[in-house]
């Protein structure tokens, strides 16, 4: 295996036969030793956190594949840590697609004058730019084509794809009587154009609360990965 890239939570390696082999770790992010998904550098190890986070992802895109929406999953080994998926271009230096059920985080600081913690907004869906230095700005689907990241048709088929994927993790959840908040995806496209949805769906993508009380990251992928 040929290592190529070092992430945060896991180690991508590349294969012989032109997949991708991602090693799922248990580094996971936080400050001062507190897990919280949404920061930007690593904070602290959990053992058996990277094992967990891939059996929930094993989990949604074996159920995504059953529908037919586009993944680049092929296989999952959970005694390993890895899974093993098909290569993908990613839309400039990587995006992140948020699919938002109800306000909370992010959304509360930018917006917290026009909503209230809690509010429903139907799914609504939102692009932020990976940028770390400049904290994951929010841009729009014009600015993504003037700058060539990402065409309007390709951005309404981002879009159209993440409300899909986001409803089918929205009701497994409900199967658990657990609601989705919001859920934060990431995609890529396959050498032909087609555009599918990469790297994992696991706790730390998503806010899930279950009668009112938020649920950490790896106590939602306990509850989920036991049911």
């Keep these: 295996m040929n290592l190529k890239y070092c992430g945060k939570t896991k180690d991508v390696y590349e294969l012989e036969n032109g997949h991708y ?8 992010t936080g400050e001062d030793g507190v897990f919280d998904p949404g920061a930007n550098t690593v904070g602290l190890q959990i053992a058996g956190a990277g094992r967990a986070g891939l059996k929930l992802t094993k989990h949604f895109f074996e159920v995504l594949q059953e529908q037919e929406i586009p ?4 296989d999952a080994r959970l005694d390993e840590a890895e899974m093993i998926v098909k290569p993908a271009v990613v839309f400039g230096d990587g995006l992140e ?6 306000a909370t985080g992010s959304f509360m600081k930018r917006y917290g004058k026009y909503a209230v913690e ?3 907004l139907g799914g609504f869906v939102e692009v932020t730019l990976k ?3 400049r904290q994951d700005p929010p841009i729009s689907a014009d600015a993504l084509d003037v700058l060539g990241i990402l065409s309007l048709t390709e951005y309404a088929q981002l879009k159209a794809l993440t409300k899909q994927i986001g ?4 009701e497994e959840l409900l199967n658990r009587e657990i609601e989705l908040y919001d859920i934060k995806l990431e995609f890529g496209k396959t050498e032909t ?6 790297d994992e769906i ?3 993508n998503m806010r899930a609360y279950k009668d009112g009380v938020y649920i950490e990251p790896l106590e939602l992928e306990r509850l989920m990965n036991e049911a």
């Design 202 to 204: 696991s706790g730390g």
């Design 167 to 170: 409803d089918v993790v929205k």
């Design 97 to 102: 697609v948020i699919c938002r059920y109800k």
């Design 71 to 74: 993944t680049h999953y092929v």
């Design 21 to 28: 082999l991602l090693k799922f770790k248990d580094d996971v």
């Design 193 to 198: 154009g087609e555009i599918m949805l990469i």
């Design 118 to 120: 809690g509010q429903d």
């Design 131 to 133: 940028d770390d230095e």
